[in-house]
């Protein structure tokens, strides 16, 4: 039985990390869907939807991340988290010209940086996955 190396550790790690902010912004989907239909309005331009539509967005990312989480079709999981993380990175862009008055969007980027590394060393992540193939 070989032990674990270091990266795997990390990419475990990271992963979780990944899967727990991507859990909050799913639950707020089921929780408060009017909040998503304004972050959708103010950061996407997409306004109208009805809740409804939130549930359904919500259930379909619950299952990618829960599918990501357990490491499973690593190449559509991880680039799909990795793009959904990245449009939320680079919508939120006024944001960051005014930086004093909106730190907290800066945490988008460690968290892009790690979904972008989780993609490209996907089949080094290989601790407590269902799936070890890319």
């Known amino acids: 039985m ?5 990266i795997q550790w990390s990419l ?10 991507m859990l909050m912004w799913t639950l707020d989907k089921f929780v408060q869907p ?5 972050v959708f309005e103010n950061f996407y331009g ?18 990618l991340i829960l599918a990501f989480l357990l490491g ?5 999981t991880y680039g799909l988290v990795l793009i959904l993380h990245g449009v939320s990175t680079f ?8 930086p004093f008055n909106h730190l907290m969007f800066f945490a988008a980027w ?3 940086a790690a979904c972008l590394g ?10 407590m996955v269902l799936k070890h193939n890319a």
């Open 12 to 21: 475990l790690f990271m992963r979780v990390g990944v899967f727990i902010v």
């Open 34 to 38: 009017e909040h998503s239909g304004k």
């Open 110 to 112: 460690p968290m892009f």
């Open 46 to 63: 997409l306004s109208g939807w009805s809740e409804v539509i939130f549930l359904v967005i919500g259930v379909l990312e619950m299952l």
């Open 2 to 6: 070989m032990t674990a190396t270091r």
């Open 72 to 76: 499973m079709w690593k190449r559509v």
């Open 91 to 98: 919508s939120a862009f006024p944001m960051y010209l005014d």
């Open 118 to 127: 989780l993609y490209l060393l996907r089949d080094e992540d290989s601790l």
